[in-house]
């Protein structure tokens, strides 16, 4: 086992907003030793640990993450099916689990098509869209919890709510189960291809962005709330919420993670005054801004 930290990464480089600034220490893991020696070496360091997947929720200060960012894409990519149930390691791309599924005519994952994420960040973040979400098809999770012990947790031991779990707590997510229900070839088929078509004709997948900023109020639309308020199009340095999908904030140029924040802020303010509603951020922030 080799495990390899390389100091100053820019974290702008592993995210989906290609903002943020350096790693103090990083490494990229590639099996459950190395990760558990991860772990150990960020307690001999003493500075905290951040597990990363592929970026795509997060805003990493412009100062960076003064501790050990352990990042397990591009490895943990693992994927194994038995009868209708997909068995993922953490890293492996959603994207990845919903071809598998259709490889096998297994539908109930049609909603991930096209979230960027990983498994493990989209179980910690209970990803979802298009009526469904993780929560719908997990069944166990494998973590390496705070005592440096594999475990498997199935959903029942934890908490999962709306972008939401209480994951992180219990420890690092190695892989997870998911239980699909066979389905019909064309059918699979064409339920993912038209999710993949809805997120692209609403939103601006191409660009640099970390999905919608905010989470949906109960019984409400951010994006709808963002456009009522006049906030399409407005604009701090580099960063501008989007006109094809308001509750997207793109990264047009050189956009700085404080850029970013301001943004939101203001949105949360025009939004406030224009609705009563106020609006919380989905995007979580890491680092140091
Ligand atoms: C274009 C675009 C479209 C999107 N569309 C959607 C959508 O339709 N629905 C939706 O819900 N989201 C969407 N997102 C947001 C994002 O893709 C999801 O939240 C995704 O699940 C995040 O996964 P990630 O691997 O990128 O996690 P990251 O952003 O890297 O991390 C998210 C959180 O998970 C934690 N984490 C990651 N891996 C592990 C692990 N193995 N163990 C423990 N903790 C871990 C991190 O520490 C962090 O707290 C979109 C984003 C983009 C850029």
Same mark, same amino acid.
């Given at each position: 086992m080799k495990l390899n930290i390389i100091e100053n990464e820019s974290l702008a480089e592993h995210t989906t907003w290609q903002i943020g600034g350096p790693a103090r220490y990083f490494a990229q893991v590639v099996d459950t030793d190395e990760l558990i020696a991860a772990v150990k070496e960020a307690g001999r360091l003493g500075v905290p640990h951040f597990v990363i997947g592929n970026g795509s929720n997060l805003l990493v200060?412009?100062?960076?993450?003064?501790g050990l960012v352990i990042k397990l894409r591009g490895s943990f990519t693992g994927v194994g099916i038995k009868h209708n149930v997909i068995m993922a390691e953490a890293g492996v791309k959603l994207g990845t689990l919903v071809t598998t599924a259709r490889k096998k005519s297994l539908? $109930?994952? %049609?909603? *991930? =098509? $096209?979230? /960027?994420?990983t498994v493990g960040g989209a179980m910690v973040m209970n990803a979802g869209g298009h009526g469904g979400t993780m929560s719908d098809i997990a069944e166990t999770l494998t973590i390496l919890n705070p005592q440096g012990e594999v475990e498997m947790l199935t959903v029942a031991d934890i908490k999962l709510g709306y972008r939401m779990s209480n994951i992180k707590e219990k420890g690092i997510i190695l892989s997870a189960t998911f239980r699909l229900e066979p389905g019909d070839p064309a059918e699979v088929t064409a339920e993912i291809v038209e999710a993949l078509d809805q997120k692209r004709r !609403?939103? /601006?997948?191409? *660009?640099?962005t970390a999905g919608s900023v905010f989470k949906n109020p109960q019984f409400k639309h951010a994006a709808q709330l963002i456009e009522k308020a006049g906030c399409k199009g407005m604009q701090v340095g580099g960063a501008v919420v989007s006109?094809?999908? =308001? +509750?997207f904030i793109l +990264?047009?140029?050189? %956009? !700085?993670a404080r850029d970013v924040l301001t943004l939101i802020e203001q949105v949360q303010d025009r939004v406030k005054e224009y609705s009563h509603t106020e609006l919380e951020r989905e995007v979580e922030l890491v680092g140091e801004f």
């Open positions: 200060g412009d100062k960076g993450y003064q539908e $109930g994952i %049609a909603f *991930a =098509a $096209g979230i /960027p994420g !609403t939103q /601006p997948i191409e *660009a640099r006109r094809m999908h =308001a +509750n +990264n047009v140029g050189e %956009a !700085t």
